[in-house]
């Protein structure tokens, strides 16, 4: 049984997700100003999933007849100075997100609610590889400097993300 603690943070995972989908649409907005069409389509994928991440806390908490309780999500950030900035940015949210799974799982095992600690394991799986990403395109971005031909060649690369 999800107890009113568990509850209460998964709701707020909920929220969690949803903002995070709304801060990647936000930067594809930013990447469509910018005329970067690649980097663009990548965030608009990124916003999807985490859409689905969203959905996925939704329906654990109608599955266990817990109360859904949808909270107000802030206005995201709209620009930023370089694609570099961005993938900084979604590094460092992506490390909040991370952090605050592990917070649920640390209170689902206080409560002795293993069914939430067995449905959070697909999501700590999954931010070792969203952290990676992100950490990866912040490398790449790096290397790649002022370098408005890498630049130019990476858009096309992440314009492939399916």
């Known amino acids: 049984m999800v107890t009113q603690k568990v509850q209460e943070a998964l709701n ?6 949803m903002a995070s989908s709304y801060l990647y649409l936000a930067m594809a907005a930013h990447f469509e100003e910018q005329n970067l069409i690649g980097f663009a389509k ?3 994928v990124q916003a999807k999933e985490e859409y689905d ?8 908490l109608i599955l266990t007849n ?10 995201p950030k709209s620009s930023w100075k370089l694609a570099y900035d961005v993938f900084q940015d979604t590094y460092e949210h ?12 640390e209170t689902a095992m206080s409560e002795k609610d293993y069914g939430t600690t067995s ?7 999954e931010q070792v590889e ?3 990403t992100a950490s990866y395109y912040v490398e790449r971005l790096k290397m790649i400097g002022d370098n408005k031909s890498g630049l130019l060649y990476l858009d096309k690369e992440m314009g492939k993300r399916a």
């Open 12 to 17: 707020k995972q909920l929220n969690l997700e």
């Open 66 to 75: 817990s109360k859904v309780d949808l909270m107000k999500i802030d206005a």
């Open 130 to 132: 969203e952290e990676s």
């Open 119 to 125: 449905f959070l394991q697909w999501f700590i799986t």
């Open 42 to 44: 990548w965030m608009r």
């Open 94 to 105: 992506e490390k909040v997100v991370t952090a605050s799974i592990h917070k649920i799982y």
């Open 53 to 60: 991440h969203a959905m996925k806390f939704f329906e654990y």
